[in-house]
Nanobody
Framework: QVQLVESGGGLVQPGGSLRLSCTAS????????MYWYRQAPGKQREMVAG???????NYADSVKGRFTISRDNAKNTLYLQMNGLKPEDTAVYFC?????????WGQGTQVTVSS
């Protein structure tokens, strides 16, 4: 059974940092394109960052220069380093894995940016 398990969320002050992790099981992690999405209350889920199997990376404009996505195929783990956090970054962050017609979601981890 495929599982994507996110961790690393929490409460942080504006300007602070967090690192999210997503560990995958039961998939050949290295061939999947991986994404971080987020969903704030009352808003649609939006893509934050993506990284392909060849490590081509793209970011949403709202996080460019502040967030860094990376992957460790040996550990089947996706990361999102978030620096310079703003209150508007508050959301549930989800990990997504895609390959061909296959797609999987994690359960999400809450990130709250507040003083």
């Amino acid at each position: 059974q495929v599982q994507l398990v996110e961790s690393g969320g929490g409460l942080v002050q504006p300007g602070g940092s967090l690192r999210l992790s997503c560990t995958a099981s039961a998939i050949t992690f290295s061939i999947y394109t991986m994404y971080w999405y987020r969903q704030a209350p009352g808003k649609q889920r939006e893509m934050v960052a993506g990284i392909t199997s060849s490590e081509y990376i793209n970011y949403a404009d709202s996080v460019k220069g502040r967030f860094t996505i990376s992957r460790d195929n040996a550990k089947n783990t996706l990361y999102l380093q978030m620096n310079g956090l703003k209150p508007e970054d508050t959301a549930v962050y989800f990990c997504n894995a895609r390959f061909s017609t296959n797609g999987y979601w994690g359960q999400g981890t809450q990130v709250t940016v507040s003083s």
